[in-house]
């Protein structure tokens, strides 16, 4: 289906309906996905297809399949990755199916041996690949055209999958299938990639491929996926974190109908049965006798009071230039101030759910996830068998945020251990409740900071004391990436580096242990140290009796980059100029994930409730391959920040969760939504990441308006909690 | 037996009365675009139309929906040709992770019914029940806004 083949007369629109509806169609109705084919030389290879390798395959019918080795959670991977290769084997990239790949080391990440989807990594660790690939194949294509007509392959264009002379002959792509494949495949690290100034799609807005099957329910997410056979299983879990079982009675559970079986595994009670009303029915019937164990004193606000004096003591060095001591002895004036972060649920719209079967042959897994190698390794584990013999098929992600790339497989590895000796497939569901409840939040964090300024108002020194529980240490990363010290990098990030110039800075770390389960949320520790750095700058910017916008100016003269990107989302906020009645500014940047943003936040507060009408943001990525699916990174990352910032806390009492549901761990709706302005910075520096870097800035920028209206200092989140009425 | 009317089809659904009309259409007859997402009628992900209305079907039981006229995501467009809130959803790009957007869409759509060309505060009113994580709020506002104007018979871009 090239563009040239029906374009002119075909709707477009279709197209896409067409392209991606049926692969992903296909994978819904249980067809299992196609062989999977890697490198030139596999003998496999059908006939009818040109596959150089495990990225593209091109049809004689002309149909150009993308196969993606990231998980689709929303951030456009589906559309973003097929552009780039679209791009150089030149055809339309709204005219190429998108395939969900298999779990193949030729879709691992380059600094992992793993598939993995997360860190805002998809476009700026795919890209120079995914142009070479495009590129080879486009060039075994001329080729083959040129042995064809017995021309110099020099003479050769091609334009929309067809390949062309200057003779005005052409040669749709599908047509050189044969001839292609009897050729040697060029070395992709040596062939021509385009002069990005002749790119015809990279940088120009494209719309979503998968908007037709999203807006039409047709879209398979891991908890839509149905297997002949299949049962569906809830799980009775801990009522506490460190909760082991004592005992359970199932009498009355099994006697519900539809119930099927219920078995005891490592994370709680297993109800299987026909349906998830059935299996729900059987969890409520359930006797069971939890002991709570040394859990029962575990609570957010005692961490919170031990935290508070730990912070006060000297922790691991995790930066330190100049001196600060010294610094503050010749200071003109000082603050001395705690900043608190509560624990954050990803809260993904789909409830965490796996389906898996379990045979003889190994384990076939259906799901949502993040982190397909190490979900396989962890499930092979779990069942005793070889990692070979799990087979995992990935999903559409009703969001991720990080949570779908537990560092346990803890959805996975379940699921597996529920369907072990079924002999049918389960569909594992958590409820909202289990899913909020079961662990793996954003860290608490207390921080101390003590900052000082000059004579000149300009900072002196900061000295920043960090208490949480260290989120790399606690996967299968931190072996790599903590110092044997016991420094985390994800506790620091975005603190230890911030781009202010502060002459003398230290950072140190408290590390902790407590029980509560914590994981990556999106922008990991940027969220919390942009809120708390970008925050303390706007005090001293106070304490100096500055413009907090014009104080940052001068704090970033050193960094053009930096600075363009803060006097952009200044400049088309009119930072400094009239708002509406009651409208104050606020203003924060951080750079993460290679890629800086800045927001400007219009606030009111009225009886003590925020309100964001506007947020202007600035982001400058290096490259935006698809300017409108940054523009909605921007707008996504912003509001799930500032649902976070204005209402968002797991409170822990007695080991247990407070939060459940969205009637008590509150979100943001489309009525506190602001109005947001994305403005892309072009300056031709590396390219960022776009899932996560929209995140950190909002928080302090909104906190920094509230202190514009009310002078009034938020330093712990939720805002809901601080404000005063 | 339960019999239910869904998008014009009779159905015959073995279920026991009491069961939320969520699973019956998602469990029972694999009509999976109707999401689940709280079960206390909180998100709105399982938002289907009964005689025209929205309702949270996670929580109304299956009974409640017997003689009565059930649409769901799935039997909004007709044929090939997408419900003008679905064309406006593509053409505004507003979908993410799309898994809320199921009720999103069925909640807009309801919206226009009655509504043709909505305010602000109509949106508002229209959609706070209806949560999503990506932050397509902006996008959705506007959708709707473009919807009502396909259906007042503007051009699809």
Redesign the interface.
Known sequence: MSAEGNGATDNG??QFLIGIGVVAGGTAAGMALRPWLVGAADVNRPPADFQPHAFVRIRSDDTITVIIGKS?????VYGSLPMILAEELDVDPTTVQVEIAGVDPAFNHPFLPAQFTGGSMSVMTTYDALRRVGAQARSALLAAAAEQWNVDVVTLTTDSGVVRDSRGRRLRYGSLVDAANRLPLPDPTAVTLKDPSTFKYIGKPQ??L???I????????G??V?RPGML?AVIARPPAFGASLRGFDATAAKAV?GVVDIKAVPSGIAVIAQ???AALRGRDALVIDWDIGSSKSLSSEGLRQEWRALAKRPGLVGKNVGDVAAAFRSATRTIDVEYELPYLAH?????LNAVAEVTADGCELWLGTQSQSQDARFVAEALGIEPSKVRIHTM??????GRRASAVSDFAVEAALVAQGVGKPVKV?W??EDDMRGGYYRPLSFNRIKAAVGADGMPVAIHHVTVSKPVLANTAMGKMAVTKEGLDPSTIEGSADMPYAIPNLRVEVHNTREAVPILWWRSVGHSITGFVTNSVIDELATLAGKDPYEYRRELLKEKPRHLAVLERAATEANWGQALPAGHFHGIALQESFGSIVAQVAEVSVTNGKARVHRVTCAVDCGLAVNP??VV?QM??????GL?AALEGEINIEDGRVVEG???SYR?????D????DVHIVTSGGPIGGIGEPGTPPIAPAVCNAIFAATGERIRRLPISKSLNA | MISLNINGVQREVE??AD??LL?AL???L???????????A??G?CTVHLDGQPIRSCSIPVSAAVGGRIT???G??KG?E?HPV?QA???L??????????GQ?MSAVALLETNTNPSDAD???A??G????????????AAIKRAAELKRGGKSA
Not at chain 1, 347 to 351: F, G, S, T
Not at chain 1, 635 to 640: A, C, D, W
Not at chain 2, 93 to 102: A, F, K, L, P, T
Request: glycine share 10%; hydrophobic share 35%.
């Open positions: 629109r279709r689709e959670m929303g951030q456009g719309r979503r998968d908007s037709p999203k807006v039409t329910g047709s879209a398979t997410f908890i839509d149905m569906t109908a349906h998830t009303h809260a993904c719209m789909e409830p559409f992600l009703g969001g991720g945020f569901v409820t909202r409108s699916q909605a707008e996504s990352g912003i509001l799930y649902s549901n969205f009637d979100v943001l709706r489309l009525v939504s602001p109005a947001i | 279920a026991d069961m939320p699973w998602r469990d029972i694999q009509l999976t675009g109707t999401k689940y997402g709280c079960g206390i909180q998100c992900a769901t995501i799935e909004l467009a090939e997408l679905q959803w593509i053409e790009d507003v979908v993410q992770c799309g898994y809320c957007q199921s869409i949106i508002d009113a959609m706070n209806n949560i999503c994580r990506c932050g397509t709020y902006p996008r959705i506002r």
